[in-house]
């Protein structure tokens, strides 16, 4: 769903609000009143030839557990055949900006090979295009970045030679579709020193966003990153526009405590820089979004956005030609459905192979499923073989798994936590890492962990019980432990 729609009754059920404070006064105008033209003279009006795009994309996402393990989130597989960041990336030209740049950090090899020069995206350019950013040692103020506002604080040089009037700040690892021309305009029309895009997430998972309030207007009145408690359901997307001016004299003002007078912080926008824009009484705004939007950095979140994927009428329609989702797609052939294969309410990539059955599931390119073989509510991540007469549900398996024959994935009712990971594996989601080959007759419970790497004599039972996890720390690596089984024991 565009967000170009006019709001109305439909965004006051949208945004429920009970306190004045809360209350998105503008919302109930049209969005060509709250804009002031349509929208191709809003693109006009906006000069998205004079924004660039600086997408975040280096962060850890621990609460992903073993998929961002070895990379980064916004690299995490997503939907079949994209990758998290192809979101952002593809909303970028979209909307028609021509120059991203892409601050990469935590295992980023996966992400550069995946984005390489940009083509696409379109990205390839002489003039604008794609720039992969990465800490380096070399100058004093460079270093390992500290926060997301750090991130940009230490690329400000590049930021400063593009010379463009606006930087457009986004997260690259969330799911949804928005032009960003509606915002810039929405920025420039209020002479806001910063905008933040808002959308309101359910109350229970407020713990995990920036909470804010706005008056009538749209103007932030009060900002708490990820409180204990959240006292509202309006949350930051992670998306800022700032004028290029305004975001530099912000972030040298954060960077620099000592010498502006300030405090010494965690270098973070949500933590740091707009609650120090509010303190001092700086013209911050809320772009309010009504469009479909996902955070899928959690487990579950992950899971339940894949099969809302699979409905005959998705929130979020992946087939949309007047909004396509650019990737990087390696060639394969056709997908091969045998005679005797079943498939019900899936989405199933090219190259994949099914002689089983497959519900309700989400399976990348490459992937098998052998004869007698079952999968069930799952996400099945590139080339990884389901043996015959296994069976696989409720279960996410990453890249290049192998499930022996006559296996049980996700079997029984007990739902007891993962002992190690009691808070991201608890709704009964069970995980196999990168590699893993499970050996035949093996059963696995319910928020089980099985780690990257392993092989069938790593297993010591064939009945893995609900909450355990069976993973060889023994090396930090896969290649490590690959290496130790080639060479010959010293006598």
Known sequence: MREETCWGTRAKALFPQKRELHSWGIMNRPLCDVQGYGLHAERMGCAMSKVLAVILAGGQGERLS????????????????????????????????SEVAVLTQYRPHSLHDHIGIGRPWDLDRQQGGVRLLQP?????????????????????????????????????????????GPMIAFHQQRNADVTLGAVVVPLEEGHRFGILETDAEGRVISFVEKPPEPRGTLGSMGIYVFSRETLTRVLIKDARPAETGGTPTQHDFGRNIIPAMLARSERVYAYPFTGYWQDVGTVQSYWETHMELLGDRPAFDLYDPSWVIH???????????????????????????????????????????????????????FDSVIGAGSVVDRAILDKEVVVGKHCQIGYGDDLTPNKLEPTRLNTG??????????????????????????????????????GETVEDRTFAHGWERELARRLPIAP
């Open 66 to 97: 073993l998929l961002s393990q070895k990379r980064a989130k916004p690299a995490v597989p997503f939907a079949g055949k994209y990758r998290i960041i192809d979101f952002a990336l593809s909303n970028c030209v979209n909307s028609a900006i």
């Open 327 to 381: 990737t990087r797609s390696e060639e394969r052939p056709p997908a091969h459905i045998s005679s005797r294969a079943q498939i019900a309410s899936s989405l199933i990539s090219h190259g994949c192979i099914i002689k089983g059955q497959v519900e309700r599931s989400v399976l990348s390119p490459g992937v098998v499923v052998e004869e007698g073989a079952v999968v069930r509510d799952s996400i099945v991540l």
């Open 136 to 180: 380096y040692i070399g100058r004093q103020e460079s270093d390992w970045y500290k926060g997301t506002a750090d991130a940009v604080y230490q690329n400000l040089d590049f930021i400063l030679e593009a010379r463009y009037d606006y930087v457009l700040i986004l997260a690259g690892d969330h799911v949804y579709r928005m032009d960003y």
């Open 429 to 466: 989601i069970t995980l196999i890492g990168k590699r893993a080959h499970l050996p035949d007759n093996l059963k696995v419970g319910r928020n089980c962990k099985i780690g990257t790497d392993l092989r069938p004599e790593d297993f010591s039972t064939d009945t893995l019980a609900s």
